[in-house]
């Protein structure tokens, strides 16, 4: 068995590549392919089957075009609604992939069409299995159960569900089975997952609290409680995951701008670079949305798909990035881009505040927000902070009071800078991006809260 795990940090997605003789499965791809095309290639394979887990809400998958390039044969659980050629499972289906038996459970409660992947290797037979999860259990979480509600069904009725897939199949298998989610720690998928990508059923056992002996009325309240706000983008990327995406060749290319043209640009500016960059001179009511952070995610969350965008960056390669990152969650409409190299317009700036800087500077006449989700700051933050999650700024900002002089800060300083960014453009005229964040705060002893545990829910 050839065995490789794909980990897309941007999203916290994780993707495999598993092959036997020649024959090759990709389960849950990532919307740009090239990579699993070149592992086949590199080990002589062809890729016989393309494997869904459930249809993804925080990204758009790669599904169709991957399929269309290799003849390969898509597959879901019989549940899902697809608009394109599919191979529908079943529980307890099984397939050959040269000397590999997969097969099939149905696993709903995350989504009603969620299966998980049983894959034994006949070459090893007393090896252990490797079981592909997708959103049914995570490392030190599980799915969560709010995210179709469209669909009919209630959280709580999700919930149940996957306690019965949880018991009824994934439990029964043996401890040494090898677990392999979808997402690791920073997906929106859901609330306390792990940082590690893999793990055993039997750690899994023993860590995870949704694992622990506890009746279904209470796993329900576990698991159905306390779910950060679900991105608006999520809906628009699972149905587009059913009906199957363009090719990312076939999408425009974005045009280059002049600095009229950005400076009036009748949509979205992201500015891609840097929080020291874009503070130190960047394009007027553009936002800071850095690659070097989950920039598809915050993007999908805070734009709403099919507004107009465009790019400011260093490099091209850098827009050419960008692009492939918005189209990775169902963001197709960057319209055009400008180098900040070449811009002569004006400019705004925001000014870079270490923790010391700060703690000195705080007094009535200031404001301090905390953008992280409201779990993070009850767990741990600099005293005398608002916490205005980011996803939640623009809709509360009336808490906040513009003419006041205002210092933004996340765990690191990246969300702070496009929070600086987001109240620039409501017309604050002193925000201040907190460097370092709260990392660095409570590193240098500074005066700081708890006000929850920090216990796993």
Known sequence: MKFKQFYLGCLAHASYYISSNGEAAVIDPQRDVTQYLDEAEANGDTIKYVIETHSHADFVSGHVELAKKTGAKIIFGQRANTE?????????????????????????????????????????????????????????DVGRPDLIGSKGFTAEQMASMLYDSLHDKILPLPDDTLVYPAHGAGSLCGKSLSSETFSTLGEQRRTNYALRPMSREDFIKAVASDQPEVPAYFPV?????????????????????????????????????????????????????????????????????????????????????????LARVGEESVKGFILFADYDGDT?????????????????????????????????????????????????????????????????????????????????????????????????????????????P
């Open 84 to 140: 394109f050629e599919t191979l529908k499972v079943k529980d307890g289906d099984e397939l050959p992939l040269g000397d590999i038996n997969l097969t099939f459970l149905e696993t709903p409660g995350h989504t009603p069409e969620g299966i998980t992947i049983l894959a034994k290797d006949n070459e090893d037979p007393t090896g252990p299995l490797k079981m592909f999860t997708g959103d049914t259990l995570f490392i030190g």
């Open 237 to 325: 990327s699972a149905s587009q995951n059913l009906k199957g995406s363009a090719d990312l060749a076939d999408l425009p290319k974005p045009e280059r701008l002049d600095s009229k043209q950005i400076a009036n640009f009748d949509g979205v500016v992201i500015d891609v670079r840097p929080n020291a960059q874009y503070g130190a001179g960047h394009v007027p009511n553009s936002i800071n949305i850095g690659l070097g952070g989950q920039f598809a995610s915050w993007a999908g969350t805070l734009i709403t798909v099919g507004t107009p965008i465009a790019i400011v960056a260093e490099t091209e390669e850098q827009v050419d990035e960008a692009v492939m990152r």
């Open 348 to 456: 705004k700036t925001v000014e870079q505040v270490s923790v010391d800087q700060v703690n000195q500077k705080l007094n009535d006449d200031t404001q301090f927000v905390d953008v992280r989700r409201s779990a993070e700051h009850a767990a741990g933050h600099a005293a005398k902070t608002i916490n205005i999650p980011l996803d939640k700024l623009s809709r509360e900002i009336d808490q906040l009071d513009p003419d006041k002089p205002t210092y933004v800060i996340c765990q690191g300083g990246y969300r702070s800078s496009l929070g600086t960014s987001i109240l620039e453009n409501a017309g604050f005229d002193h925000v201040y991006n907190v460097t370092g964040g709260t990392k660095a705060w409570l590193e240098a002893g500074l005066p700081s809260e708890e006000t929850a545990a920090k216990a796993a």
